[in-house]
């Protein structure tokens, strides 16, 4: 038999830097067409265990079919001039991959040591290979040049740089909105804060102060997080002191508008449905029970909840604004572009002092863009 030529270090790291940025790329796509936010949206519902499972099903079809299909080359391992062969030389079949497949999540988990293995091998083989008894090597074709093997290691970090800032940018986007959205407070809203409890008031008073911490947190996922969950908590023992108050239960739903691991947009859907329970004509709650059914794809039921949020008030500006986002994505786009230019309108007649500009600006963007 052939002598086999192991796969070096440093080609095999790339490579599977190159396939692991492929596989959260796509990744990346399945939540997105899922509706849960990979960037901004860690809370646990039916579409985010969906959307785990399908990226682990995804994951094991890229590698194992790859692996089979291509006589043991991902498009990574390709770039890199390696290849996966058991170790006798034969091609890998279905069986061995999916032995290797699941071995690797062993490697992973005892703090990657299945990985760290590999350098200290004599046939470079990680606990997957050896439970799998596969090993990598170079293939028969030229080894690739070292700026080639260089670029392989970068790319993915490069890429990942880009794609993180880019959901940063649309995290600050949607704070921006329902901070500037949470603005306007009608008469019920004021006489519910008068007659609130002051044990209740204590825990909303905290509510509020976490509120304003958070519109100034920047670029800080994790500590928004951690904000908000608090917020949540406070709202909740405000709630349990005043079951029946429709601030605090709207409140409890303009949380699940930004991110949080303290429950699920669908909580926040129930409290903006409580919360017209005690008030049924408040159109900031109508404006917040739509914005909450987009982000699950719910479109036909935030289109009827932003048209109620509009009929009992045409100049609310968010209820317009999520209006034209609901319709743009049932690709109503001409009744989406009525809806920006209402929103930009009423927008724009509030900006006495240019706090909306970036809000505005980010609308005409949206607006430009939508298919003639």
């Known amino acids: 038999m052939k002598t086999m030529s192991y796969a070096p270090h440093i080609r095999r790291i790339a490579a599977a830097m190159i396939d692991g940025a492929i596989v959260s790329l796509i990744g990346i796509g399945i939540s997105y067409s899922l509706g849960t936010n990979p960037f901004a949206d860690p809370n646990t519902n039916s579409m985010t265990t969906i959307d785990k499972i399908l990226t682990i ?46 071995g690797s999540w062993v490697s992973v988990a005892v703090l990657d040591l299945g990985y760290v293995w590999i350098l200290f091998d004599g046939r470079h083989q990680g606990w997957h290979d050896k439970l799998a008894r596969t090993v990598v090597v170079e293939s028969d074709e030229k080894n690739p040049h070292g700026c080639a093997v260089a670029m392989g290691c970068l790319l993915p970090i490069i890429l990942f740089g880009i794609v993180g800032a880019l959901g940063s940018v649309t995290t600050n986007k949607e704070r921006i909105i329902n901070l500037i959205g949470n603005r306007t407070k009608s008469q019920s809203f004021t006489n519910a804060i008068k007659s609130m409890k002051p044990e209740a008031k204590a825990h909303y008073d905290v509510s509020t102060d976490l509120v304003k911490q958070i519109g100034q947190t920047k670029d800080n996922q994790s500590k928004i997080i951690e904000l908000n969950n608090k ?35 669908q909580d926040g859907i129930d409290a903006a449905n409580k919360a017209l329970e005690f008030d049924p004509d408040n159109t900031n709650t109508y404006t917040k029970l739509g914005n909450l059914l987009n982000r699950l794809q719910r479109y036909d039921e935030a289109v009827l909840a932003l048209q109620k949020a509009i009929r009992i008030d045409d100049k609310n500006s968010m209820a317009h604004l999520w209006l034209a986002r609901s319709y743009a994505d049932l690709s109503v786009y001409e009744t989406a572009k009525t809806e920006y230019k209402k929103a930009i309108d009423l927008l724009t007649e509030a900006n006495t002092s240019g706090e909306n500009d970036q809000l505005i600006l980010m609308l005409q963007k949206e607006s430009a863009a939508l298919p003639k």
């Not at 349990?240 to 303290?262: D, F, K, Q, R």
């Open 231 to 265: 917020n949540i908590t406070e709202l909740r023992q405000a709630i349990e002191i005043e079951p029946t108050n429709a601030v605090l239960w709207g409140a409890l739903a303009s949380a699940y508008t930004w991110s949080t691991t303290n429950g699920t947009i």
């Open 57 to 102: 099903v995804m994951s094991a079809f890229y590698l194992i079919g790859f692996w089979v299909a291509q006589n043991g080359q991902t498009p990574g391992k390709r770039m890199m001039n390696l290849r996966i062969v058991r170790e006798d030389g034969k091609p890998i079949d279905v069986f061995t991959g999916i032995i290797r497949y699941f």
